[in-house]
């Protein structure tokens, strides 16, 4: 199977502050899905990017409609995916592949629109993942243009604002569990409403809310920007939303990385998304805000190693206490590790 490995490693580099502590709170597994990333990544493949030199000590499986159940009953087929990432969970913690605790947290896939009739399904996928899931992820992006792909999940155009979503959404906060937000950056605003009219529900941003720079938004990258800012500032002020800083590298954001005769150094990579980040610091505050890799996602731009390092160099005027809040902390309180099995 093809994969982008040799094009990845044209631009070699060593993990800078290799001891600093890191949470990967957003990564993937999947097999033979997408061509041009990796067609197939698992515990080894994940573990081979970690071998880059950052000290990765945990990660957080976040659910990407991988391994669903093709028996039994439509609402619980997704618990088929927590329960394959259930198995390399417990592969991870026999200590047989390393001191890294992989998918000590995962967030799977439920259909919140199904209102009180979900409760049943993250039931099952709480007893699948033998004590590791921590919150749901039900994906809102969507766009009106035909060249925006919109998310696996086929949402409906206002999910966020629907009420028998909310109905569904009204479920996790009774079973201690958060909600993963991933949606276009025209949607911030609808979970800014979201995460209002739930204030008890912690809410996570995934991707700073997809900013896009391809189809109708491309060329508009400054004024995308401004509006993005407004919106985030909007959204920063509910107390239970934090966000993720990363995933900023895929296709979909315009900066067209994939297609270089080479790929990014992480100063370039600094160099061309740091206000994303420290805009987001900025308002979030470091105790709300957690670097991710959204691996293998954003391989298609960079590798492993590189991605780190450009996170490294966006906080390299950050106190250690900052860093080490922005790269572990935060993630290991908002997904609870200190319970992980």
């Known amino acids: 199977m093809a994969t982008n490995d040799d094009w990845l490693a044209l631009t070699p580099e060593t ?13 993937h597994f999947w097999d033979e899905r997408f061509d041009r990333i990796a067609p197939r990544y698992l515990l080894d493949e994940l573990l081979d990017d970690i071998q880059g030199g950052h000290n990765v000590v945990s990660t957080v499986f976040v659910e990407c409609h991988s391994m669903y159940r093709t028996h039994g009953p439509e609402d619980f087929k997704s618990v088929g995916e927590t329960e394959f990432v259930t198995g390399i969970a417990a592969m991870s913690a026999s200590g047989l592949y390393g001191n890294t605790r992989i998918a000590a947290a995962i967030v799977g896939w439920a259909d919140l629109m199904r209102g009180q009739a979900v409760a049943p399904v993250l039931e099952a996928h709480n007893v699948a993942s033998g004590g590791r899931l921590r919150g749901i992820r039900h994906s809102a992006a969507w766009d009106a ?16 604002l629907d009420a028998g979503f909310r109905e569904g959404f009204a479920e996790l906060a009774r079973r201690g569990l958060s909600f993963e937000a991933w949606l276009y950056h025209p949607q911030i605003p609808e979970l800014t409403d979201l995460a209002r009219a739930f204030p008890g529900t912690p809410i996570v941003l995934d991707h700073f809310g997809g900013p896009l720079g391809i189809g109708p938004y491309a060329g508009q990258r400054a004024e995308i920007f401004e509006q993005w800012r407004i919106d985030i500032e ?4 509910c107390p239970n939303v934090v966000a993720k800083l990363g995933g900023i590298n895929m296709p979909i954001n ?3 990385w994939h297609d270089g005769a080479r790929p990014p150094s992480s100063e370039e990579l600094a160099a061309a998304t740091a206000p994303y980040y420290e805009h987001c610091i900025e308002h979030f505050g470091v105790d709300r805000c957690m670097f991710e890799s959204n691996f293998p996602v954003d391989k298609i731009s960079c590798s492993y ?3 780190w390092n450009a996170f490294k160099r966006i906080a390299a005027g950050l106190s ?10 935060t993630a290991s309180r908002v997904y609870r590790l200190d319970e992980a099995v």
């Open 15 to 27: 993990a800078l502050e290799p001891d600093l502590a890191i949470c990967d709170p957003h990564h």
């Open 145 to 160: 243009s035909d060249q925006i792909q919109r998310s696996l999940a086929h949402p409906p155009q206002g999910l966020y």
């Open 234 to 237: 909007a959204l920063a002020r």
């Open 254 to 256: 315009g900066f067209d």
């Open 305 to 307: 190693t590189v991605l």
């Open 320 to 329: 250690d206490a900052d860093k080490a809040k922005l790269f572990h902390d």
